[in-house]
Each structure stands twice: as structure tokens, then as C-alpha cells.
């Protein structure tokens, strides 16, 4: 079982940054790809980034150049560093885990088997 707590979200104006973090646990076999998701009002969720256990990182283009997943396990955290935040950005984030391989989560964000409960990011 892997449990997930997010922290981090807040309002900031447009061009802003916000650091958002999530406490890990479980057992690594559960947790092969780790992500960032969102859903905004009225959209469906979206992938946001996702991280290997080999530490390589892959990104939706439209947040690309922008935010940085990382990972601290001395820490049991997921980060997400966000900069140059735009109004569209604006969603509860959340933190998820997969059994499967990122190529197979990061176009499918419903496929993730842990999630958290959410932070909410709001940008104007």
C-alpha cells in the first residue's frame, strides 16, 4: 500500500513560482513511476510529469521548459517545482504512483494505481 500527502499549493499571480512537495510511502515495488497529475473545473485530468526510478523525467509540452520533477529519497519526497505560472495552470495537483512504467502513465492519468488527496494551485 502506497500513501501519498501533498503540500505546497497556493495562489500566486501569473509569472509566479510554487514548490510543490509529497510525502512518500510504501514499498518500492508499488511505486515504478512516480507523478505529477492536475485536473481543472470542468477538464479532464492531465498528465503532468512523470520520474523513473532511473531518475530520467518526461513532461506534457505544454509545461515544458517550465516545471521540474525531482525526487529526494533520503526524504521520501516528490517534488514539483513550478516557474513562470500561467492562469491555465490553475488546478488541484496531485501526487500519484504506478506499478507500471512511466511510458505507460504519462499519456494516461487514470492508470496510476495511488493518488493522493490534492493541492490546490491557483494562478491569476
Known amino acids: 500500500h502506497v500513501q501519498l500527502v501533498e503540500s505546497g499549493g497556493g495562489s500566486v499571480q501569473t509569472g509566479g513560482s510554487l514548490r510543490l512537495s509529497c510525502a512518500v510511502s510504501g514499498p518500492a515495488h508499488l511505486k515504478n513511476c512516480m507523478g505529477w497529475v492536475r485536473q481543472a473545473p470542468g477538464k479532464e485530468r492531465e498528465g503532468v510529469a512523470v520520474?523513473?526510478?532511473?531518475?530520467?523525467?518526461r513532461y506534457e509540452d505544454s509545461v515544458k521548459g517550465r516545471f521540474t520533477i525531482s525526487q529526494d529519497d533520503a526524504k521520501n519526497t516528490l517534488y514539483l517545482q513550478m516557474n513562470s505560472l500561467k492562469p491555465e495552470d490553475t488546478a488541484m495537483y496531485y501526487c500519484?504512483?504506478?506499478?507500471?512504467?512511466?511510458?505507460?502513465?504519462?499519456?494516461?492519468?487514470?492508470?496510476?494505481?495511488?493518488r493522493g488527496q490534492g493541492t490546490q494551485v491557483t494562478v491569476s
Open positions: 520520474i523513473d526510478n532511473d531518475r530520467s523525467a
Open positions: 500519484a504512483a504506478s506499478v507500471s512504467a512511466c511510458g505507460v502513465v504519462i499519456t494516461a492519468p487514470n492508470e496510476y494505481n495511488y
